[in-house]
């Protein structure tokens, strides 16, 4: 027996078609369904896969309308006209319209058979082509993206690409490993039900931005840092990238840093503490005492250069966990006292509007409280005896603004970029004054860190003014 082959007989005579159904097609292996109106057929037509169409004369419609209707809509499914008469003019419409066969009623069941065998080798032959057609059209495309999706499972990235709701789309290879998902699909299912892991669920949280990323620990124990982004019209996507070596190598800094410049200061302290023992030891001549001032002076400058040293380390790891409401106001009002006794001992106007009561910005005390101290301190070095230094600090749309202005020498307008470069001193930096070049480079390190910006006004012989502009903690 052939297989089922779905045969819609639209026949609006019931008995006749039963009769054939039931007697000649349903013996040779159709399945037949009948319709009795135009609607009915539409309908049928809409929602059922059929294979071949038995057209009759409709009393409600026109049969050759629906006829063109249905070659518009299902251009493969074979249509067999069964007329109650025949008739010139028909038989040429069912031609024009693209009929596989026009047969009279009553008609005999070797015929209808035949003409439906017909029908059905009619749409296979169609349809083959068609595919063949698709294949060859689609072919180059679907071979791209089985090579990009091939690419996609290949990087050393870990990539999952999720729709508008979380839920997976797609999951590769590395993201797979990192995270042990195993073998299992998990497209389909959300997120939060594949992988109840907190750091991206957090993460998922966030407005995708240029700093929407995180870093994340794997179960394997690797370092990741984990990316959001947002593709419009397709969905988020969180990219990895295996970070525990550079997590390693700044271990491995960090600790080289700490022993070094604690094996340097060790000595410097000791080489100190003997300068000193010699003055009080017995008489020194003028020339020693020239000589252990000299000392004195060049362990101290070493001892800075060891310290800024160590604090760039230290402001260069970032802002790990030491993030809280920082009150600006009282940091630069407690600088300001440290420094009261350099103020008065160089006899320098200071001009400080009031700083209490503005909004907090979300850092670290440590290390704003080294960005006033190096910038409040510069002024004071830099500013000749007799000068003014000015300190303001207001807060403007969710930001805090300070500027920290003096009347000292400038520095020359081709420079103004380079001094925050690191070792960086200004050519018109008298060697008298002690630097290592390193506290600007701390200063732009830490306002970066804390997503501000800093940069200097100067006019030559005028004064500079240096400001630092960061976000508030609310915003
Ligand atoms: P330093 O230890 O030399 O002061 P900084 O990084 O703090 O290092 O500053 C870099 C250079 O910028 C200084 O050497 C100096 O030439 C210039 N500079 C910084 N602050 C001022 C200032 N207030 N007035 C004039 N020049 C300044």
């Known amino acids: 027996m052939p297989v089922a082959k779905q045969v819609l007989l639209a026949l609006p005579d019931q008995t006749e078609c039963k009769q054939l159904a039931e007697h000649v097609l349903q013996p040779a292996g159709y399945a037949v369904a009948f319709v009795h109106t135009g609607g009915e057929l539409r309908r049928l037509l809409r929602s059922g896969k059929l294979d071949l169409l038995l057209l009759g004369d409709f009393a409600d419609a026109d049969s050759f309308q629906l006829a063109q209707d249905i070659k518009t809509n299902h251009p493969t499914l074979p249509i067999i006209f069964l007329a109650q008469q025949a008739s010139q003019e028909q038989l040429l419409r069912g031609v024009q319209l693209g009929f596989v066969d026009y047969l009279t009623l009553p008609v005999e069941s070797e015929v209808l058979l035949e003409a439906a065998s017909r029908g059905l080798e009619h749409k296979r032959r169609w349809e083959g082509w068609l595919r063949r057609e698709t294949g060859r059209i689609t072919g180059p495309l679907a071979r791209r993206l089985a090579e990009l999706e091939s690419i996609l499972q290949q990087v050393n990235d870990g990539v999952i690409l999720m729709d508008a709701e979380h839920k997976v789309l797609m999951v590769n290879r590395a993201f797979r490993k990192a995270f042990a998902l195993g073998s299992k699909d998990p497209a389909g299912r959300r997120l939060q039900d594949v992988l109840p892991n907190k750091e991206l669920q957090d993460l998922l949280q966030k407005p995708a931005s240029a700093d929407a990323r995180a870093e994340m620990k794997s179960p394997s124990g690797r370092t990741y840092n984990a990316r959001l982004s947002v593709i419009q019209g397709l969905g988020t996507v969180i990219s990895l990238h295996d970070i525990t070596n550079l997590i390693e190598l700044d271990h491995l800094r960090k600790d080289f840093v700490n022993t070094v410049s604690h094996d340097l200061r060790s000595p410097l302290t000791a080489i100190l503490g003997y300068v000193e023992l010699i003055e009080r030891a017995g008489p020194v001549n003028p020339q020693q005492a020239e000589f252990i001032r000299r000392v004195k002076t060049s362990v101290h400058t070493t001892t800075e250069l060891i310290d800024d040293l160590l604090d760039l380390g230290r402001v260069e790891v970032g802002l790990i966990d030491e993030l809280a409401p920082v009150d600006m106001g009282a940091i630069i009002e407690k600088t300001i006292d440290a420094f009261q006794s350099q103020i008065e001992y160089k006899k320098l106007l200071l001009k400080m509007a009031p700083v209490e009561n503005l909004p907090a910005v979300l850092g670290s005390h440590t ?73 600007l480079a701390i200063v732009k390190t830490i306002v970066e860190n804390h997503r501000g910006r800093i940069w200097v006004d100067s006019k030559l012989g005028e004064g500079s003014i240096f400001t630092v502009v960061l976000p508030l903690a609310k915003s």
């Open 367 to 439: 290390q704003l409280g080294q960005v006033a101290a190096n910038l409040i301190g510069n002024a004071i070095k830099y500013t000749p005896a007799g000068g003014e230094l000015r300190v303001m600090l207001r807060s403007e749309q969710k930001q805090l603004i300070l500027h920290v202005a003096d009347t000292g020498p400038g520095i020359p307008l081709e420079e103004q970029g380079k001094i925050f470069d690191r070792f960086y001193r200004a050519t018109n930096a008298l060697p008298s004054i002690p630097g290592t070049g390193l506290g």
